[in-house]
């Protein structure tokens, strides 16, 4: 079972539940190289990324990493499934699948499906998290891969920005356009759509209004008060702590988990971004 870093799920939880997680991007900064989780924590890249936004890129993972990937998990089970970040946000998918063939040519007897999991941060992590634990039942790959996508149907994502001052970095808005609407304050509220692209829900001035708004837009989307989350943040642990116990007021909480939104996709939307990914009970 595998993923990549932006499903945002804890190292010890996914050891718990036999996750391999790996890089999906290279972290560039004034001409060093890094990556998340090996060399540089989720903090210090948003450091940096507040020091000098313009400093801070990302380069793809090459084929080549994930193929030696596919080579170590391979060595535990001939049977691989990678759930990917959106590819209508990433080319990691692409990366993952042209990698995947290099493996099977070089070892035909591993078989390694890719899916498309169309979410990101807290949703996918949660979807990563559903797959895993069928797996542990014995599941066969092509059954898990199809519940993979019956997982994805039920997890939805949204996401609470506490600036657009970084958002240029998307190219959704020029720099200045960027610097403008943060001195209004402005505070978006998006959320994933089926596609796996993200929409504006709403725009908001203050960090409580925000909460409210994801808060309402959870109970629009699910028809239950029992879920599971991921609560994900941009360098801004206190922020989530206060969101979630919000969460806790609100719904009948299965599980949370708290982790950091990582800066491969946070560079964009800044420091001070919340993230979370909610779940039923899944029946399926």
Known sequence: ??????????????????????????????????????????????????????????????????????????????????ITLSSTLSAFFN??????????KESPETTIRIVDSRTVAGAQGLVVLAVAKEAAKGTELNRLAGFAEEVRQKTGGLMLLDTLRYVYRTGRMT???????????IKPVNRMTDEGTIEPVDIVRK????????????????????????????????????FVKQLRREFNCLSIIISDYSPVMGYGAGPGAIFVGFQPELDL
């Open 1 to 82: 079972m595998m993923t990549d870093n932006v499903a945002c799920i804890p190292s010890d939880i996914a050891e718990q539940n036999r996750i391999r997680i790996v890089p999906t991007a290279n972290i560039l900064f004034d001409g060093k190289a890094y990556t998340e989780g090996i060399d540089i924590t989720a903090a210090e890249a948003y450091e940096l990324i507040t020091k000098d936004p313009d400093k801070f890129e990302t380069s793809a993972t090459s084929p080549g990493l994930l193929v030696n990937e596919y080579r170590k998990a391979s060595a535990e089970s001939n049977e691989i499934l990678m």
């Open 95 to 104: 990366t993952a699948s042209v990698a995947a063939e290099q493996l099977q």
């Open 175 to 185: 720099k200045d356009e960027a610097l403008k609407a943060a001195k209004l304050k």
């Open 207 to 242: 960090r409580s209004d925000g909460y409210s708004k994801l808060l309402e837009q959870i109970k629009k989307e699910v028809d239950t008060d029992a879920l599971h989350f991921i609560v994900s943040h941009a360098n801004a642990p206190q922020l989530a702590e206060a």
